[in-house]
């Protein structure tokens, strides 16, 4: 492994000053320095960040390399890094960067390797989607936290500033120095299929609260936040993977409502900021989406909100950002619109070419190439990664997933479960008056590498808090068979608990949750993922939210459940009718307790 002075050699002469990784003492006169040795294929290379099948740099599954070699034309992430000179990778699950801490510190370290090794040597800015709940990258053994909503359930800042230290300092260890996250949207829209559980609420200044704690949390742990997704991704019913959503907010609206938790972000002082590939009419009249948009990246954000930081576009692979052009106009647009990280686009040889032909062309000057490139060098030097480009792969396990971690985790999630429902005084069951249990419902795939499935997770944790609980997963489109066995399984036990995963009207959960009902037996719903299925489920007596389906939130509703813990969670989005979505059958800041 290269010694920090052959780091620094690589990198062009950087001082050692430079080397210190902060930004009090980094000189910016050395990163210029830098910049001018650089060539112009170099430049164009740092501004993009890129997938790379495989849980090793040099030596990944011939899977993965057969993948490599069918997107990317590279065998490996090291090819990868020799032939376009890449300033950042991301981790996915998918692509099986992240099976176990260790393997993942030891992919972070190879890729420094070898990016330290060629000419003029960068070290990488190695990141990822570790939101938490809903989606997250790294799995178990890591520590696992509530998302975004849940906290916002939880309403304390402190909580999120606490979560994004923990969450922070597992990334570092790992090398995964930029994290895509927190959340800034704010989720107005109940149909929202791309975002809802992942924002903190629909109030902006809640939001805007916790994604400031968040970005605090994650500095302390010298990690790089990015809010994302300007200019706000809360009010669609259209998925900027699958479509092209549009934004109809007036600017007035804009302001109030979607700009506020950014505003927050950039106060707080967030490193990176990500763009959302939809439009907004209010802000650019053009058509195009937000990530090509030069009104609204370099006259909004930079501009009117005085961000000077990194922006960073959502992956290039998405169809919001290539409904209107080809995927060699999109990286260059993109760049004029002000844009600094280009990220994960379908095809790097074609955007790679096709900025480094814009610049040669003259459509692209160089001087805004270096704008960009120096952004991504001071951030890679505010992080230290000039000094500390490596991390120590056998101190990894007294980091991740640590007790003391694992401990905060359900002691956050337990600040966050809501109760909606509780007729009767229902809620909570007691092994003495109900002893077997039976737990049935969706089972959704993990979003995080979690245990599960949900309903197995749940009966193990009322199991061990006294009851006899037997899991019977049912799905999320449970057939009349299945349905009607659950109910007579229903038969033989004191009370059912049924996990529903976004109700609709027409859902055979909500049958499943009907004829249970019909049975006489005390029957208790847990909304797993979203808190709008309470709407469909007038008639239940018990009901709480999750707000997601990984096992902390589950383990902490379970001791909701069995009381004991109090539910303290407040409903951080109003739950609107399901007859008639005008009106609020639960109101922002709704929640019950026990005795209430």
């Not at 997250?136 to 936290?145: F, H, I, K, S, Y």
């Not at 993977?241 to 950039?266: E, K, N, Q």
């Not at 647009?333 to 074609?350: I, M, T, W």
Request: charged share 20%; aromatic share 4%.
């Amino acid at each position: 492994m290269p010694s920090r002075r052959t780091v620094l050699s690589a990198a062009a002469g950087v001082t050692a000053s430079l080397a210190t990784g902060t930004a009090a003492h980094a000189d910016d006169q050395q990163l210029r320095s830098l910049l001018g040795r650089m060539t112009l294929p170099e430049k164009v290379g740092q501004l993009f960040v890129m997938r790379a099948y495989g849980h090793s740099a040099t030596d990944p599954d011939q899977a993965d390399i057969d993948a490599n070699l069918t997107e990317i034309g590279v065998r490996t992430a090291a090819e990868l890094i020799a032939r376009y000179r890449v300033g950042g990778i991301i981790y996915f699950t998918w692509a099986h960067n992240t099976r176990d801490p260790r393997q993942i510190a030891a992919l972070s370290n190879g890729i420094q390797r070898a990016s330290l090794a060629q000419p003029r040597g960068l070290p990488v800015l190695i990141s990822t989607d570790q939101e938490h709940g809903a989606v997250c990258r790294v799995g178990a053994p890591a520590t696992l936290l509530p998302g975004a909503m849940a906290i916002g359930a939880g309403g304390s800042r402190a909580d999120a500033r606490t979560l994004a230290r923990i969450s922070g300092r597992e990334l570092r260890a790992l090398g995964i120095r930029q994290d895509y996250a927190p959340v800034a949207d704010v989720n107005v829209n109940p149909a929202n299929p791309v975002i809802g559980v992942r924002s903190f609420g629909a109030d902006p200044d809640a939001v805007a609260g916790m994604v400031a704690a968040e970005v605090a949390g994650y500095q302390r742990s010298s990690v790089a936040a990015t809010a994302k997704h300007f200019p706000g991704h809360g009010d669609t019913a259209v998925d900027s993977h699958f479509g092209f959503p549009v934004i109809t907010h007036s600017r007035a609206r804009w302001s109030a409502l979607d700009a506020v938790p950014f505003r927050a972000a950039i106060r707080a002082g967030v490193d990176s900021i990500m763009t959302g590939h939809l439009m907004v009419p209010a802000l650019d009249g053009s058509g195009d989406p937000a990530t090509l948009s030069h009104p609204i990246l370099t006259g909004v954000l930079r501009g009117e909100l005085g961000y000077d930081g990194l922006v960073v576009t959502d992956a290039l692979g998405m169809q919001g950002v290539r409904t209107k052009y080809g995927d060699d106009r999109v990286p260059v647009l993109a760049l004029k619109a002000g844009v600094d990280q280009l990220l994960n686009p379908p095809s790097l040889e074609v955007a790679w070419n096709a900025v480094l032909k814009a610049v040669r062309e003259g459509e692209l000057t160089e001087a805004r190439l270096d704008e960009s490139v120096l952004r991504v060098l001071r951030l890679k030097a505010r992080l230290g990664l000039f000094a500390r480009p490596y991390v120590r792969e056998g101190e990894v396990d007294r980091v991740v997933g640590v007790r003391a971690h694992l401990a905060e985790a359900d002691r956050l999630a337990e600040r966050t479960t809501t109760l909606l429902a509780n007729a009767g005084g229902l809620l909570p069951l007691s092994p003495r008056t109900h002893a077997r249990l039976l737990v049935v419902g969706a089972d959704p795939d993990s979003p995080s590498g979690t245990t599960g499935p949900p309903t197995g997770v749940l009966a193990e944790a009322l199991t061990g808090l006294g009851f006899t609980a037997t899991a019977r997963p049912t799905g999320v489109s449970p057939s009349a068979d299945v349905i009607s066995d659950a109910v007579a399984a229903a038969g033989g036990v004191d009370a059912v608990v049924v996990g529903t995963y976004n109700l609709t009207a027409d859902s055979p959960q909500k049958t499943l949750v009907e004829r249970l009902l019909a049975t006489g037996k005390p029957v208790v719903a847990v909304a797993i993922r979203n808190p709008y299925d309470i709407a469909q489920l007038p008639t239940v007596r018990a009901c709480l939210a999750t707000y997601s389906w990984t096992d902390v939130e589950l383990r902490a509703a379970a001791r909701v459940i069995a009381g004991r813990v109090r539910p303290r969670g407040r409903l951080p989005v109003p739950v609107p009718a399901a007859d008639d979505p005008t009106k609020v059958l639960h109101p922002l800041g709704y929640g019950l307790s026990y005795g209430t």
